[in-house]
């Protein structure tokens, strides 16, 4: 779950030459050139999505932006990053900074790929069955019409059926299905969010009663037949000692 945690309002990206950087729709992102840019005389640097230009920065650090982009965009002149604001689907695609001059040079390259929060996930119970008091169940979880099923006992869990994509390489979101504390966690994320949908074991699959012994005697019937006996002895005792009496008076 590391990739997932702290996404802020505010991601910066670094890296040498180029990133795929995948941003939640209507995130800022912080475009970073990881790299002491120094302009000399007549140079000019530029950020650039696709073939439009964002800005120009002179070597006199005097900086022009593209009118598309203005209120959407801050220019960091310390260190030439470039925030961009409230990521929307046509922001989609590469970013690049370069300096030129007597030549141009591509400083870095950043992919930008726009991705929605994903959907909560639901989990179900197929089947279960305790044996030695041993719980094992098979579950589905579903999430964006994506499933996977598994086989889970208390400590673990293996696929059985459906389809797991792999969402460190791809678009596509990302299900599983692990044993954690005690309870079945059906996980769906992508990138930039995650959801999961949670069920005890216990709840899953329930220990049976066991019946006690055909002839034996509950201990809540014991409790009985002995406060009965009891005061079967004393009403005994209570009328002998009266008898006792009369005969002795009488």
């Known amino acids: 779950m590391s990739l997932l945690l702290g996404f802020g309002l505010l991601t910066c990206i670094a890296s040498s030459d180029f990133s795929s950087v995948f941003v939640l729709k209507g995130q800022d992102i912080c475009l970073d050139v990881q790299e002491n840019v120094q302009l000399r ?3 000019v640097f530029k950020w650039s999505f696709g073939s439009a ?22 220019f960091y002149k310390g260190n030439f990053s470039l925030l961009l604001k ?16 007597d030549k141009e040079k591509t400083i870095i390259v950043h992919q930008l790929v726009l991705q929605e929060r994903v959907e909560p996930p639901v989990l179900t119970l197929d089947s279960n069955s305790t044996i030695n008091g041993n719980c094992n169940v098979t579950v589905t979880c579903r999430g964006q019409k994506t499933s996977v099923t598994s086989s889970c006992n208390s400590s673990t869990c293996s696929q059985v059926g459906g389809e797991s994509r792999g969402a460190e390489t791809s678009t596509v979101p990302l299900l599983s299905v692990y ?13 930039v969010s995650w959801a999961n949908d949670t069920k005890e074991i216990v709840e899953l699959c329930p220990m049976k009663s066991v019946s006690p012994p055909a002839g034996s005697v509950s201990m809540c019937m014991l409790k009985i037949i002995l406060v009965s006996v009891g005061l079967v002895i004393m009403i005994s005792a209570v009328i002998t000692v009266h008898i006792r009496d009369r005969f002795h008076y009488g």
């Open 179 to 191: 044993v954690a504390g005690g309870s079945i966690i059906c996980n769906h994320s992508n990138q």
């Open 53 to 74: 230009n964002i800005l120009r920065c002179t070597d006199t650090l005097s900086v022009r932006v593209s009118p598309r982009y203005n209120n959407r965009v801050e």
């Open 86 to 101: 409230n990521i929307q689907e046509g922001d989609s695609g590469p970013y690049t900074a370069v300096v030129s001059g």
């Open 41 to 43: 005389e007549l140079e």
